[in-house]
């Protein structure tokens, strides 16, 4: 039987393991191994809300930020246009992620098991959230494929590489890429379904019994449904995994390769006197650099995930024995993945903090000069305007 691979990146795994393995039957690991992994899943996942409510505040923070600033006029490029439908990936994961964190870990009633609910809304958005999570993924990680394809056909065809990468090119891409992941969840969104389960307890107080309705999520993975299933075991382990990493890694070797090669030909310009072309080789190398800085970072999160996933073809039981224990900490990843762009831009690109600073720091840089100037007449009127030492350099 195929191994019940976790669909989405995003599903979260909260106590979903715990007892699923009988550790006197393990295959892949042995008995301490797996208890060091339980103890560590059922430890971190009582701060798993809270560090990933706290993620997903400063990503969409960061995410509308990366947005305004890469939309003005005069940063619309090919990559600035994959980097914008980037963010909007993943700010809608953040926003999605962040009511999941509160209601299925944060506030999560004790008596119950993920992902368990008493309340027929909540388990809608959990069905919800299964479904936009694994889709926005898959959207993110294409685009950062792209995002490499495009810049290193740019580096390996400097002549006819603006008119490949051009941004009606990223458009079009873009829009492909947003349809075909919203059309190949499709057996995802059909998948998982919710079932209504009866749960007694007793009032201790009163010592009556009483009914009450769960609601459950669960796979549609028998009967009709189960060529369904396994074909979207197929497609979510190739298209959003296997495949994905695989081009990360290529494409990644292939940006180093092209930037080394890039600095070798700016020092022979350099020799040869001509400062003008090998500063603009310098200029596209720093841009190279930081998108492959965004590519690296991209595959650090899925190359773990990916591993596991093609292990598991093979060792179907190592998902029940390792993935599960450390599925919140591979969400964790994702989700520092979602949300570092930021601070990868600010620290690489000066056009991103110049516009940044321009954008969002308009009241503050004119109260700044506006002091500065009051500082200035009011020195010229006690007569030291000519001191060279004195409002120039405060200035």
């Given amino acids: 039987m195929m191994a019940d691979i976790t669909t989405s990146t995003y599903i979260g795994n909260y106590s979903g393991f715990v007892g699923t393995t009988d550790a ?55 990559s600035n246009v994959i980097l914008t439908w980037l963010a909007v990936a993943d700010l809608f994961t953040m926003i999605d992620y962040f009511p999941f964190s509160l209601q299925f870990y944060i506030f999560k ?12 809304g909540w388990i809608c958005y959990l069905l919800f959230h299964a479904n936009f999570s694994i889709a926005m993924h898959s959207i993110a990680i294409w685009l950062t494929i792209a995002l490499a394809i495009f810049r290193f056909l740019y580096i390996i065809f400097p002549v006819r590489g603006s008119a490949y ?72 382990s190739m298209l959003i995994k296997l495949i994905p990493c695989a081009l990360l890694t290529v494409l990644t070797i292939c940006l180093i390769t092209g930037m080394q090669r890039a600095y070798i030909k700016r020092k022979a310009l350099k020799s040869a006197g001509r400062k003008d072309d090998a500063d603009k080789h310098h200029e596209t190398a720093r841009t190279t650099g930081m998108l492959l800085a965004v590519v690296i970072l991209f595959l650090i999160t899925e190359l773990p995930q990916g591993i596991l996933t093609m292990l598991m073809i093979f060792l179907p039981t190592i998902q029940k024995e390792v993935y599960n224990p450390l599925g919140d900490l591979l969400d964790i990843m994702a989700l520092l993945n979602n949300s570092i762009n930021f601070v990868l831009y600010c620290s690489m690109s000066k056009q991103f903090r110049d516009t940044f ?37 405060a200035v």
């Fill in 109 to 120: 009633p004790k008596d119950l098991t993920f992902p368990e609910t008493r309340e027929y």
């Fill in 357 to 393: 600073v321009q954008t969002f720091c308009k009241c503050f840089t004119k109260e700044k000069f506006r002091w500065m100037k009051l500082n200035l007449i009011t020195m010229e009127k006690n007569g030291n305007s000519n001191n060279a030492h004195g409002p120039v350099t």
């Fill in 165 to 236: 990468c051009s941004v009606k090119n990223a458009k079009k891409v873009i829009l492909i890429i947003y349809v075909s992941a919203v059309i190949v969840c499709i057996p995802n969104y059909i998948s998982y379904h919710y079932q209504e389960k009866i749960k007694n307890w007793t009032d201790a107080v009163s010592n009556i019994t009483y009914n009450e309705t769960i609601y459950d999520l669960k796979h549609r993975n028998e009967g009709p449904f189960r060529a369904l299933f396994d074909m979207n075991y197929w497609l979510q």
């Fill in 24 to 78: 006197n039957v393990l295959k892949i690991v042995d008995q301490q191994t797996y208890k060091s992994l339980e103890a560590f899943s059922i430890t971190y996942a009582g701060i798993h809300g809270y560090i990933s409510a706290c993620v997903c505040i400063l990503g969409i923070m960061s995410n509308i930020a990366n947005i305004v600033v890469l939309t003005q006029p005069h940063m619309t490029t090919s």
